[in-house]
């Protein structure tokens, strides 16, 4: 059964680096890549200084592997269900996009010089 479990992990793993290029690249665009990946390299350094002893923590106090793998497996889950917002988050940008575009046209036809005959 545990290697059943590690196969599916691995095949997870390996899907997910294989995947991740390609989406941060069509979410962020290239121009802003450099920027992206030094910010989540941040992030991922902060999260296993803080959150790496805290999961030791919780196997030291509980004296199992199996509560402290259940919390990350439940991080990874959130996290999941946090991507599945991804698409609407995406929408709602474009549509504040798209709402700040008419209001420069509008205000830039406001502006225009009228014409004296």
Same mark, same amino acid.
């Given at each position: 059964?545990? !290697?059943? &479990?590690?196969?599916?992990?691995? !095949?997870?793993?390996?899907? *997910?680096?294989?995947?991740? %290029?390609?989406?941060?690249?069509?979410?962020?665009?290239?121009? %802003?890549?450099?920027? *992206?990946?030094?910010?989540?390299?941040?992030? %991922? !350094?902060?999260?296993?200084? &803080?959150?790496?002893?805290?999961?030791?923590?919780?196997?030291?106090?509980?004296?199992?592997?199996?509560?402290?793998?259940?919390?990350?497996?439940?991080?990874?889950?959130?996290?999941?269900? !946090?991507?599945?917002?991804?698409?609407?988050?995406?929408?709602?940008?474009?549509?504040? $996009?798209? $709402? /700040? /575009?008419?209001?420069?046209?509008?205000?830039?036809? $406001?502006? $225009?010089?009228?014409?004296?005959?």
């Amino acid at each position: 059964m545990a !290697c059943l &479990v590690l196969a599916v992990w691995g !095949c997870g793993v390996g899907a *997910f680096w294989g995947v991740i %290029n390609m989406l941060t690249v069509d979410y962020v665009g290239l121009d %802003n890549l450099l920027v *992206f990946s030094s910010v989540s390299s941040l992030i %991922n !350094c902060v999260w296993l200084l &803080v959150f790496s002893p805290l999961f030791g923590l919780i196997l030291d106090k509980s004296g199992s592997y199996t509560v402290s793998l259940s919390v990350l497996g439940a991080v990874m889950g959130l996290t999941f269900v !946090c991507w599945l917002f991804m698409p609407a988050a995406v929408a709602y940008d474009m549509r504040k $996009e798209v $709402e /700040q /575009q008419q209001q420069l046209q509008q205000t830039a036809v $406001e502006l $225009e010089p009228v014409a004296v005959e």
